[in-house]
T-cell receptor, first 119, second 114 residues
Framework: AQTVTQSQPEMSVQEAETVTLSCTYDTSENNYYLFWYKQPPSRQMILVIRQEAYKQQNATENRFSVNFQKAAKSFSLKISDSQLGDTAMYFCAFILINAGGTSYGKLTFGQGTILTVHP | ETGVTQSPTHLIKTRGQQVTLRCSSQSGHNTVSWYQQALGQGPQFIFQYYREEENGRGNFPPRFSGLQFPNYSSELNVNALELDDSALYLC?????????????FGPGTRLLVL
């Protein structure tokens, strides 16, 4: 069974500073995707960033970047120049990809990290 | 481009009743997944529908069932409601192109069972 662990229940950061959220996962499979989702207090889950396991290059999306360490099964999210609008619950998630190149449909989520950005 | 929409936004039911939640997938998406999110927890996968058939299922009892329609919209039905079914129910859709691995979420339906 696949598991995702986020060891930081809560984090806080000052506006304009950088913060890193941690995530580890466990799987015996080799082909999968990893995601970070953001869920603001209004509750809509928003995709932040995606990483394909076969890619060595770390994904970046504007102020958001990941540090993907496949051997260590680690997938951290770095938020640069934090903004008040980044305040949210952040979820790390994992999905297996089958031999046909499609998913089995099941996203496995961690417990989440509540990030608060202070002015 | 219209995103994933869900209805209703909130719902109150009593134990033993049945409920139907609805989801319209994002334009260009043909796969719909449903998740249950308890307060303060990560979402738990219920099932996924692709081409109007169940494509995968999580650890939920048979009283959780679903449908997908030709326009790719979907329903989640829960029979014999229990207090523990109180949660946020999230629908997510995936695009036609690609391997259906990336899921885009709707705003959710908050269900309270009394």
């Amino acid at each position: 069974a696949q598991t995702v662990t986020q060891s930081q229940p809560e984090m806080s950061v000052q506006e304009a500073e950088t913060v890193t959220l941690s995530c580890t996962y466990d799987t015996s499979e080799n082909n999968y995707y990893l995601f970070w989702y953001k869920q603001p207090p209004s509750r809509q889950m928003i995709l932040v960033i995606r990483q394909e396991a076969y890619k060595q290059q770390n994904a970046t999306e504007n102020r958001f970047s990941v540090n993907f360490q496949k051997a260590a099964k680690s997938f951290s999210l770095k938020i640069s120049d934090s903004q008040l609008g980044d305040t949210a619950m952040y979820f790390c998630a994992f999905i297996l990809i089958n031999a046909g190149g499609t998913s089995y449909g099941k996203l496995t989520f961690g417990q989440g990290t509540i990030l608060t950005v202070h002015p | 481009e219209t995103g994933v929409t869900q209805s209703p936004t909130h719902l109150i039911k009593t134990r033993g009743q049945q409920v139907t939640l609805r989801c319209s997938s994002q334009s260009g998406h043909n796969t719909v997944s449903w998740y249950q999110q308890a307060l303060g927890q990560g979402p738990q996968f219920i099932f996924q529908y692709y081409r109007e058939e169940e494509n995968g299922r999580g650890n939920f009892p048979p009283r959780f069932s679903g449908l997908q329609f030709p326009n790719y919209s979907s329903e989640l039905n829960v029979n014999a409601l229990e207090l523990d079914d109180s949660a946020l129910y999230l629908c997510a859709s995936s695009p036609l192109a690609g391997g259906r691995e990336t899921q885009y979420f709707g705003p959710g339906t908050r269900l309270l069972v009394l």
